[in-house]
């Protein structure tokens, strides 16, 4: 039986990724089940990258001949190297791995990260954040990998801390075609290598090692100063290596000046591979630290454990879910002291570095096995082609069996967006304020609330200012109307558009659009929106019209009833501006001979 053909698209050597070594791994794996092409966008691939001789294609070449290919793997990292791959994906569905769960790196570069593309990311409380800072600080902030994972068939991510991070993003997303799978690791071969004297090391030095790129979200500064207060820096055989590329910000500055002052500490910089597990074979210690994770696993850490080294990390991120027997684990934000003391500790005590060390490689050769991975590998990618269409096919079912009337459900259809990963919407109407926004004082409120609600949006939520246009009987984006409130700059392709609704958006009434209201239902429209799943609440600023109608027009009395009528029907909860009105709308609804099913939940807010 001939294999499926895959088209492995990830960057690979000499690039300066841990990804290209990942993948020159996996593919030897993977190939035992699959007919295997690279897709790369390099203009060469390092020689003997494998023991198996892979077809080569260029992505432009890809783009033109994608259907010969029965399934596609993306690898994603948060770097440029993987910018080609997000305009493949819009085209070309595939299997995604998610290295890292932000990718504002990958989007910043080519693919330009501009005020368009970051709201419908992430909406308008990051445009507004923008105002504020510089778009480096934005892609800090906010992780900007929606628009890749809503066109994946399904997300392989190396840990559980980045669907932790989904959740904390999106609102209940649907991590059905989410596959965690372990981050392979080979068994080190530590047979030609270089050895101390290579390194310019002395035989008898006692190594303490760092893995990895430099930078402030590795701590390294506080691994230095540990180090310096401890008595490994008193003794002239015991040497810090940090093993990898030295950060180009200040940081990166000021750590290197430190060192200037040590002949027992040094970086570095970039080396190859050979080189790289030299220094892991001749390291006593390792140190692997994280702050602020960003969902990334650390491939060090779990290196300098498959080569038996004592390592000491933190409980940050993706690290807290490693076996605590296994490691010498620091709380997440630990004191320098108690790096020292972890230092000393292992410094002094061979047997300790001893047993860690032998149950971290167990670790690692039971739980990271290549053959083990790349099994899950592939019943993550087949299933993935299965799941997305599920998923689409079990929400409309679900829809269906609220709504019997087939005209009524294709209708409803129209209005919905059925996406697995998603920030549910607060649509804010403001139909009555964008019509003419008279200066009164509800309309006061209306503009600060709107600008409140959009610097400080729940979590997971985006707020979304929506009007209801009579002659298309729907309800639109306000997209011109709040870049103009905001004062949002470079947004020049927002453009009003209908809503697209999802399970649990919410519909907040916070202008008084009367009008509006009876419009929608008397069309029912609001019944539509209630069969996706949205909940409506409505702000009632007060009851004077009916309760003192001899201070208005005449017709405000009615006009006023039949709004308090129609959000009665529809409302799910009605937020008073104080106490007052809140016990008057209760006592009112009492008195309302109308009849209905239920009666909203009623609360305050002064």
């Known amino acids: 039986m001939s294999k499926l053909k895959l088209a492995y698209v990830s960057p690979f050597l000499p690039l300066k990724t841990g990804i290209a070594n990942y993948s020159a791994t996996l593919i030897l794996y993977l190939a035992e089940r699959y007919d295997i092409e690279l897709i790369v966008s390099q203009e060469n691939i390092e020689n003997n990258l494998s023991k198996i001789s892979f077809p080569i294609r260029s992505d432009e070449w890809f783009k033109l001949n994608y259907q010969h290919y029965d399934r596609v793997l993306y690898h994603f990292g948060n770097s440029r190297f993987h910018t080609y791959m997000i305009n493949l994906l819009k085209s070309i569905p595939g299997v995604i791995v998610l290295h890292d769960f932000y990718l504002s790196g990958a989007l910043s570069n080519e693919y330009t990260l501009n005020s368009n593309i970051l709201y419908h990311l992430h909406g308008y409380t990051a445009l507004s954040y923008l105002q504020e800072t510089s778009m480096a600080e934005v892609t800090s902030k906010y992780p900007c990998n929606k628009e890749i994972v809503e066109n994946a068939l399904g997300v392989i991510v190396h840990s559980d801390y980045s669907k932790k991070l989904a959740d904390r993003y999106y609102y209940k997303p649907s991590l059905d075609n989410w596959y965690k799978i372990p981050l392979l690791r080979e068994h080190p071969q530590k047979q030609d290598i270089f050895g101390k004297e290579d390194l310019d090391l002395p035989k008898d030095a006692f190594v303490v090692s760092s893995f990895g790129m430099l930078g402030a979200n590795k701590l390294n500064i506080k691994l230095l100063d540990a180090w310096i207060n401890s008595s490994l820096s008193l003794d002239p055989d015991a040497y810090l290596i940090f093993v990898g590329e030295n950060d180009t910000s200040e940081y990166g500055q000021i750590l290197q ?16 591979t050979k080189t790289f597990d030299s220094y892991l074979a001749i390291s006593d210690i ?38 605590q027997d296994t490691l010498f684990m620091l709380k997440d934000d630990f004191q320098t002291s108690e790096l020292t003391e972890a230092l000393e500790r292992l410094y002094k005590d061979r047997s300790l570095r001893n ?14 096995d290549p053959a083990y991975c790349a099994h899950l590998y592939y019943k993550a990618i087949e299933n993935g082609y299965t799941t997305k269409q599920w998923y689409e096919q079990h929400a409309i079912k679900e829809l269906s069996n609220h709504i019997q009337n087939i005209p009524q459900l294709v209708e409803t259809l129209s209005l919905s967006y059925f996406d697995s990963i998603a920030q549910r919407q607060i649509l804010v109407d403001i139909s009555s304020i964008i019509q003419e926004d008279l200066k009164t004082g509800i309309q006061r409120v209306v503009r600060s609330q709107l600008i409140q609600l959009i610097k400080n949006a729940p979590e997971n939520y985006r ?29 020049d392709t927002l453009y009003d558009e209908p809503v697209h609704l999802n399970s649990h958006d919410i519909f907040y009434g916070l202008d008084l659009n009367a009008k509006e209201l009876s419009i929608c239902t008397q069309t029912r429209l609001y019944e539509k929106y209630r069969s996706l799943g949205v909940k409506f609440y409505f702000v009632v600023y007060d009851l004077l019209p009916v309760l003192t109608p001899h201070f208005f027009p005449p017709y405000m009395q009615e006009t006023h009833t039949h709004w308090l009528q129609n959000i009665i029907k529809v409302a799910d909860g009605l937020i008073c501006i104080s106490e007052t009105v809140a016990n008057q709308l209760s006592l009112w609804i009492q008195t309302d001979p109308r009849e209905r099913d239920s009666t909203p939940k009623i609360s305050f807010r002064s």
């Open 257 to 272: 000046k430190k060192i200037n002052h040590y002949k027992n500490i040094k970086i570095t910089g970039w080396i190859d």
């Open 286 to 323: 390792a140190v692997q630290l994280r702050t602020s994770s960003r969902g990334e696993t650390s491939a060090a850490a779990l290196d300098t454990m498959n080569f038996s080294i004592a390592t000491i990390v933190n409980e940050n991120g993706s690290m807290s879910e490693l076996p």
């Open 355 to 368: 047993t860690l060390s032998q149950k971290a490689a167990e670790y690692i050769r039971t739980y990271h």
């Open 463 to 491: 707020i979304e200012p929506v009007y209801f246009k009579e002659d298309e009987n729907a309800y639109f984006y306000a997209r011109s109307y709040t870049t103009t409130l905001l004062h949002l700059k470079d947004v």
